[in-house]
């Protein structure tokens, strides 16, 4: 795993971010003045229980939502400040998506939905690149078939390969192995730690399985909207217990 001491600086720096959603009663917070740094070079995991704040987090340091107040920095750039054209920029050119549901597009091969980013970041598609990245994710055999005739665990494998694809800075993962069976999990996981440990890329991912959470090289615990707690080179059973304080 990534040494923590060997990674000071932040990949995305949130600072007092705060986050609201309409509703019945009028507005309910949801993140409320979160400072948070994710490190270069290493894997985060964000948990804590439902309704915490976990995913709105998530999509608040990679730009999908904008925060009611406070900063979000990747690099230089505030995200937090950012109109649509430059968020689409950012997440285009920057950013990498993992999500838990896979968003392949259906009538495209594995092939095809990889290089749709480059297609979209109107980049010349080189056909080595593009097997290339489904190599890296073990799939370069199924470069011609559709979704439908993958398992879930190779196109969740397909959407991490459209997502190194491109290059990004960092990658955000929304609970990316919890569709899937264990050893499709353990798969993933595999991966998504070789985009640190081998491509020095930033990974920040929202997990609920201790046994997920324990192949990051951080945890954050979030409660209510705030940060509560922080373990550096956890275990499952470290991770686990310290959600159970919350689950009393």
């Not at 990658?171 to 991966?191: C, K």
């Not at 070789?194 to 990974?203: E, F, K, P, Q, S």
């Amino acid at each position: 795993m990534s040494l923590l001491t060997d990674i000071q600086l932040p990949a995305v720096q949130l600072a007092a971010v705060s986050k609201s959603y309409p509703g019945a009663a009028g507005s309910v917070p949801v993140l409320r003045e979160v400072s948070l740094g994710f490190s270069q070079r290493a894997l985060t995991a964000v948990m804590g229980p439902s309704g915490s704040g976990k995913t709105t987090l998530l999509n608040c340091a990679a730009g999908l939502d904008r925060p009611d107040s406070g900063k979000v920095l990747l690099g230089d750039t505030d995200l937090a400040v950012c109109d649509e054209r430059e968020l689409t920029a950012v997440r285009r050119g920057r950013i990498g998506f993992v999500f838990q549901q896979f968003n392949l597009l259906p009538m495209l091969t594995a092939y095809e939905n990889v290089a749709l980013p480059l297609r979209l970041r109107r980049r010349s598609v080189k056909r080595d690149r593009v097997m290339e990245a489904l190599r890296e994710v073990g799939l370069a055999d199924k470069a011609d078939r559709r979704p439908a005739q993958l398992s879930g665990g190779q196109q969740q494998r397909v959407a991490i390969a459209r997502t190194l694809v491109a290059e990004p800075e960092i990658v955000f993962a929304d609970e990316p192995t919890g569709s899937l069976d264990r050893h499709s999990g353990r798969q993933i996981m595999d991966l998504l730690r070789a985009v640190v440990d081998r491509a020095g890329r930033t990974v920040v991912m929202v997990a609920h399985d201790p046994a997920v959470a324990a192949c990051a090289d951080r945890v954050v615990f979030l409660s209510d909207g705030k940060v509560v707690g922080r373990l550096d080179h956890p275990t499952a059973d470290a991770v686990a217990a310290r959600l159970s304080m919350w689950e009393r």
